[in-house]
């Protein structure tokens, strides 16, 4: 009998990348590998878990709060872990991609926190996941610049004081990384991204007065949140740095994870940062959950979907409230609006609802709030400071009044808005814009002013097949019509028309617009429902 030879830490099986040495280290292998074999199996069993829940929603059409936890939410005792000075204050944050040029700019805008995005808004070729892991080593060094091929124009970091703090947000668990396989099996990307960037940074960013702190993306229950803690828990021993150097914050963007927000901070609480309200992914977190569950469940258009609507204020006050009384900060949604060059007035108009929401949100005891783009950063900070002065937070604001019964989280027939015409024509053409730019490795893409990443195509797809499957109704020229397949294929089609037409035959050939198309048909016309967009996608993704 063959003494067993040592598997090898982690088989990474993609073509070479310049200076990826740097971030595939054989001991950074080997924590990933370690990271694979202890959690994976409960990631697999937690996955389960999911399917099993939805199913229980598919049969009951309904949530509630736990009863098994109900003690947890009644202990007034426990408290998150206070806040490290770096993250005490964060009015503004700013969200995007870890690409060079955004490292720098993201770095640069006057904003509290820069969330560096390797989940939605960034798309998932190996080059995204190692340069962008590359870009933050080089940043936390202090020697990352840029300068771009098309203006010549150059970009370097001000001075350390001046930069935002960084909050890393991995995938999600139901990703893989089919790229770095443990064991002949592929590593959840979250494992991969959180793993490669604990590994190489935890002790420098320590040694920054920083730390290495995370956003936890599609967290959908508190069973979820004990296994990230965990993870945190053996990585800082592993790394040897103390332990409750890690802060995580979590996003809200599931509505099964909207009736666990005080488990998931108890389970997280020598970690935990905080709670952030997820528009979007939240809206088809509803979507997908409620997609049998008849008429009361459908949403008008996205964009008519606002956050003054009853049930949107229900889970942003909960949230507040949950965050405050626990010693979290509560961290406000997305203004997604991107500047226009040429058009003052669309600005202006668009400027106005930005600093409706921030004000709103400050108002409501949100200690900050997200923006997608630099010029964004001055209008939400003014939001922000006229409500907190030098208060680094509002967590003293301890909601007292607000009182959220189960049924007012899925009081979806409350809006007086419906679906239309016009918002399933939007809904298709943003799909195909954002998959085409997808499939071409870019994850956060401007598309009619507005910052769209994998969660706006998320509800634009899971829109299309809710409406077509609760045979929804909308006025196109005076006349009703069904939503229907049918219908669905007729204006892709027209959008791909007017997509040739817009940017001409050459620049057309060269893109994944009829891949963009299909993929958008597939994932809103089949009878069977794709959980997440992104699973379909990865398959077609090249690189």
Not at 152 to 169: D, F, H, I
Not at 332 to 349: L, T
Not at 445 to 460: C, G, K, P, Q, R
Not at 477 to 492: F, H, I, N, S
């Amino acid at each position: 009998m063959s003494a067993s030879v040592p598997s090898p830490a982690a088989v990474v099986d993609a073509e070479p990348l310049p200076r990826q040495e740097e971030v595939l280290t054989d001991a950074a292998l080997a924590f990933v590998a370690e990271l694979h074999r202890r959690f994976t199996p409960r990631r697999d069993e937690l996955l389960a878990r999911r399917a099993e829940r939805r199913a229980e929603i598919a049969r009951t059409s309904t949530l509630d709060f736990l009863p098994e936890t109900a003690a947890i939410r009644a202990d007034d005792s426990w408290r998150v872990a206070p806040a490290p000075a770096a993250l005490d204050d964060r009015r503004v944050e700013i969200t995007g991609p870890t690409d060079r040029k955004m490292t720098i700019n993201a770095l640069n805008s006057g904003a509290r926190v820069w969330l560096a995005d390797f989940e939605d808004a960034s798309a998932p070729t190996w080059e995204n996941v190692v340069v962008g892991q590359l870009n933050l080593i080089d940043a936390y060094g202090g020697n990352i610049d840029f300068t771009d091929p098309g203006s010549g124009k150059s970009y370097a970091l001000r001075p350390a004081e001046e930069l935002a703090t960084v909050v890393m947000r991995p995938r999600g668990w139901h990703l893989d990384e089919r790229h770095l396989q443990v064991d002949g099996r592929a590593v959840p990307g979250a494992l991969v991204d959180f793993g490669l960037y604990f590994f190489h940074n935890a002790q420098r960013l320590l040694d920054l007065g920083k730390g290495p702190y995370f956003y936890l993306p599609k967290t959908e229950s508190h069973l979820e949140a004990r296994l990230w803690n965990d993870v945190f828990v053996f990585a800082q021993d592993q790394v040897g740095v103390p332990q409750g150097s890690v802060r995580a914050t979590v996003l809200i963007e599931t509505i099964t994870a909207a009736y666990e927000m005080e488990e998931i901070l108890y389970e997280l609480r020598d970690h935990a940062s905080g709670l952030n309200a997820g528009r979007w992914d939240y809206l088809f977190s509803i979507v997908k959950n409620f997609r049998d569950g008849g008429a009361r469940f459908v949403l008008p258009d996205r964009n008519a979907v606002t956050m003054t609507a009853p049930f949107m204020r229900a889970y942003t006050e909960l949230l507040v409230r949950t965050c405050h009384k626990r010693g979290a900060h509560a961290i406000g949604g997305m203004a997604a609006f991107i500047p226009s060059r040429r058009d003052p007035e669309v600005n202006r108009v668009a400027f106005e609802k930005v600093r409706a929401d921030k004000d709103r949100e400050a108002a409501d005891g949100f200690d900050g709030s997200w923006v997608a783009h630099p010029d964004l950063v001055p209008i939400a900070m003014e939001s922000f400071d006229r409500v907190l002065g030098d208060r680094p937070h509002q967590k003293d604001r301890l909601r007292e009044d607000v009182d959220v019964k189960a049924a007012d989280l899925l009081a979806v027939d409350s809006l007086e808005a419906r679906p239309t015409y016009a918002g399933l024509v939007n809904a298709v053409q943003v799909g195909i814009r954002y998959i085409e730019a997808w499939l071409r490795g870019l994850g956060a893409v401007a598309i009619f002013n507005l910052m769209e990443d994998a969660a706006t195509a998320e509800i634009s797809r899971s829109q299309i097949w809710q409406w077509i499957n609760a045979g929804v109704e909308v006025d196109r020229d005076g006349t009703t019509v069904r939503v229907t397949p049918e219908l669905a294929r007729e204006v892709a089609a027209a959008e791909l028309a007017a997509v040739r037409s817009e940017i001409g035959e050459e620049a057309f050939a060269a893109g994944h617009w009829q891949q963009a198309h299909d993929l958008l048909l597939t994932v809103a016309l089949d009878e069977d429902y794709a959980d997440f967009l992104t699973l379909p996608a990865y398959e077609q993704l090249t690189g």
